[in-house]
C-alpha cells in the first residue's frame, strides 16, 4: 500500500510538473502582446499604413523564423496578408506588405488601393514555427473610409504689407506615410519649404511653407494650395491676399501739396469776395449821393 501511494504521489508531482511547462510555453506565456491603432481614417483610392507592434516570449528570433498574418475578424478565411501570396483572399492579393521587421515586434501593416469594403477589423496573428502562435483578436483595427480627399487647411495673417516678408502655410492629415500626398502653390514665386511630421496614432501631417514679398498688384489676388493624394485624388483650399500699400514720402507730399493749393484757392477767393463788397459799397454810397 505504501508503495502505491508513493507511486501516486510521482505521478501527480509529474503532472503538475507538466501543467507548469505547459502553462510557461510560449502558447500560454503572458508575455505575448499587440499594440494595434485601432481607430483610422482611409481615403478610399489612396493607401493607408495600420502602425502594429508586438511582443512574443524568449529571446529575440530572426525576422525569417517568424510569421505575421492579417486576416478580417468577421471572415477568418479572408487572409489580408500572408508571406504566402496564394493565401491571401484574391481581393487583398497584390495590395498589402508588411512595413517592419517581424524579429523587432514590428508588424505594421501597408494597404494600396483600398476599398470602400476594406474596413475591416483588421487583426494580426504572431506564428513562431515550431513553437507557438497567438491571435490579438482584441486589437484590431477598424477603418472609416473617407470618400471624398480631405481639405487642406490654410494659416496666414489678415493682411500683408507691401515690400515685407509674407508667409502662408498649408497642412494636410492623412493615414499613409508610404505614400504621403504632395502639396503644391498656384505662386510661381517665392521660397517653399516642406515639413513631414508625425502626430502619433497613425496620423501624419504634411505642411508647406510658403513664403513672399507681396507687391502692390497682388492685392486682392488668389493664392491656392492644391492637394494630391496617392490614388489620384486632390482638393485644394484658397485665401484672397490683402496688401496694406507701402507708406513714402509721395503719399506724405501729394496731400500736403493739394491742402496748400486749396488754401491758397480759399483765400484769393475770400480776397476778391472782400474787394469786390468794398466796390460795390463805394459804388452804393455815390449813389446815393
Not at 493607401?47 to 525576422?63: E, L, N, R
Request: net charge positive; glycine share 6%.
Amino acid at each position: 500500500t505504501s508503495s502505491l501511494t508513493s507511486i501516486d504521489k510521482q505521478e501527480k508531482m509529474m503532472i503538475f510538473l507538466l501543467l507548469l511547462q505547459a502553462m510557461s510555453s510560449p502558447v500560454f506565456s503572458a508575455e505575448w502582446d499587440a499594440q494595434v491603432v485601432m481607430d483610422l481614417e482611409a481615403l478610399v483610392t489612396s493607401c493607408v499604413v495600420i502602425p502594429c507592434t508586438f511582443t512574443y516570449p524568449g529571446g529575440k528570433i530572426a525576422s525569417s523564423k517568424l510569421r505575421g498574418i492579417w486576416f478580417l475578424r468577421n471572415e477568418r478565411n479572408d487572409t489580408v496578408f500572408h508571406e504566402d501570396k496564394s493565401e491571401i483572399a484574391p481581393n487583398f492579393r497584390d495590395r498589402t506588405k508588411l512595413m517592419g521587421r517581424l524579429g523587432e515586434g514590428n508588424c505594421t501593416l501597408e494597404m494600396i488601393e483600398v476599398k470602400d469594403h476594406d474596413r475591416g477589423p483588421l487583426c494580426f496573428q504572431a506564428d513562431i514555427p515550431g513553437t507557438g502562435q497567438f491571435t490579438f483578436l482584441k486589437n484590431c483595427a477598424l477603418l472609416k473610409m473617407l470618400y471624398d480627399p480631405p481639405k487642406p487647411t490654410l494659416a496666414h495673417q489678415d493682411t500683408a504689407s507691401q515690400g515685407e516678408p509674407y508667409t502662408i502655410t498649408c497642412s494636410i492629415t492623412h493615414t499613409c506615410p508610404s505614400n504621403m500626398p504632395t502639396l503644391t502653390w498656384s505662386r510661381s514665386t517665392g521660397r517653399i519649404i516642406e515639413d513631414h511630421k508625425n502626430n502619433g496614432y497613425g496620423r501624419w501631417e504634411m505642411q508647406s511653407i510658403l513664403t513672399f514679398i507681396p507687391e502692390e498688384t497682388d492685392d486682392h489676388s488668389k493664392i491656392t494650395c492644391t492637394a494630391k493624394f496617392n490614388g489620384g485624388g486632390s482638393s485644394s483650399a484658397d485665401h484672397t491676399l490683402l496688401v496694406q500699400r507701402k507708406k513714402n514720402h509721395r503719399h506724405i507730399i501729394v496731400p500736403t501739396l493739394v491742402g496748400i493749393v486749396i488754401a491758397v484757392v480759399f483765400g484769393a477767393a475770400c480776397i476778391l469776395m472782400m474787394k469786390k463788397y468794398n466796390v460795390w459799397s463805394r459804388l452804393s454810397r455815390m449813389s446815393r449821393r
